[in-house]
């Protein structure tokens, strides 16, 4: 999820509770293809957080083709699409869940993911094939190094995550199309682009899905609104879904994985943690973007507003120290 999984939030996340699978947040192809070195550090995972799947979005299948040999080379388990984001920084562009709307597109995107990661494991092509400059190669080994990866990783699945439709479910066609396209799996969040979060997610809806999977090789994930591992094996019970994705209820929640609910000091424990590695593993970034994450911890607190008003003045790791000795005195 973007700003929130990040690195430290998947080390994090793996200590407390392991999910099955885990996601970056999504990432540009088109940044990643043409030297945006920033953004490699939204692709930074560590081999404990395995399977771990890269996720993509845009706009042209080119950058796509060479991204998919990009997380190849960094050896991800997995390559995932997004075609579900509603953000109007996204879909004004023509990425995100305004793929559905262009379904030509939206095909040529996962042919041209699809042969970036054949042609990488039939040895067609090698990331010094791809035109990107001196720095952006250098990340790439940086990545590399951290993530401890020497030479090529398992063939990575190809996936994608996507809504119902635009204004209103067309999930039979579009899911049928998608489902064409030999995916290993599909994620389908049970909400239109234009309800973006707005009402519940319709899981009837997705269960459509999971009967037009039936005789397919692609697996079915369904995705919306639910609160915990044990919500979850049970709507993979009721809507014969493969996995379920957990998303907002995990934000500041690493224990929804375990159906527990953390004590404040438990809480405190994390954000700390969670401050600690993100000192350590992007040293040269400032503090402030964390207390973002320290609110989603702090949600469902005793004095939960109090504690906000003072989480949005932390600076440093030791204010938040400080911030713990005297809420849980
Ligand atoms: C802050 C935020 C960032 C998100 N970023 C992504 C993303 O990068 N990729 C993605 O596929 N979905 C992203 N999503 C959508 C969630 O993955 C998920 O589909 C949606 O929140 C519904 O599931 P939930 O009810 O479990 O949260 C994001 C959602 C939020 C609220």
Known sequence: M???????????QTQIAKPDLMFTEFVSAEGISHGGIKLYDTLLFSS??????GQLF???????????VILCELGFDGVDINMGCPAKTVTQNGSGA??????????EIIKATKKGINDYFENKVKITDLDLNKKTLEVINRNKKYSNITGKKNKPT???????????????SWASLLLDQGLDFLTIHGRTLKQAYAGTADWSEIKKVVDLAKNTKTKIFGNGDIQSRLEALE?????????????????GNPWCFKNYTATPKERFSAMLLH????????????FDPLRKNFLLYASGLPNAKQLRSKIVHLNSIEDLLQLEADFLT
């Open 98 to 107: 305004a793929l559905i709307a262009l379904p030509d597109l939206a095909v």
């Open 235 to 251: 709507f993979c019970q009721k809507y014969g879904v493969d996995g379920v994705l957990i998303g907002r209820f995990a934000c």
């Open 275 to 286: 401050a600690q590695l993100f000192k350590e593993i992007f040293p040269h970034r400032r």
């Open 2 to 12: 973007d700003g929130i999984t990040d690195e430290p939030f998947r080390l994090i």
């Open 48 to 53: 404990q957080e395995r399977p771990i799947i």
């Open 158 to 172: 190809i996936s994608v995550k996507t809504r119902l439709g635009v204004d209103k479910s067309i999930i039979e």
């Open 58 to 68: 845009g706009k042209n299948p080119d950058s796509f083709y060479k991204s998919a």
